[in-house]
């Protein structure tokens, strides 16, 4: 089983910056995309943004340009830096793991709430 670590939520005012990191347990070799997805309060949960153990990324729209995730060489460590934050940023953030025996793996989310 995939354990997740997630840090680096808080409470921050509009135009300020914060850094989501997720740590997954076992071999890096072992798993091919990370990412993080986000649920607003009374919406869908949304992809943010991903990244390949090749190094391809994937951002939503609404974040491109203000966010960046990057994944430490060799290690099951994803970053999400999110700078320029809105409220509408406001949201309990999850990461995610594609694991290549187990599937897909979810953290227990961590809130970020920005205000205005």
Known sequence: QVQLV???????QAG??????????GSPFSITLMG????APGKQR???ARVTNSGTTT?????????????ENGKNT???QM???????????YCNVLHILTGEHWG?????????
Do not use: H, M
């Open 83 to 93: 700078n320029s934050l809105k409220p509408e940023d406001t949201a309990v953030y």
């Open 108 to 116: 227990q989310g961590t809130l970020v709430t920005v205000s205005s």
């Open 36 to 39: 993080w997805y986000r649920r």
């Open 16 to 25: 300020g910056s914060l850094k989501l990191s997720c740590a997954a347990s």
């Open 78 to 80: 994803v970053y999400l």
């Open 46 to 48: 949304e992809l943010v």
């Open 6 to 12: 997630e840090s680096g939520g808080g409470l921050v």
């Open 59 to 71: 951002y939503a729209d609404s974040v491109k340009g203000r966010f960046t995730i990057s994944r």
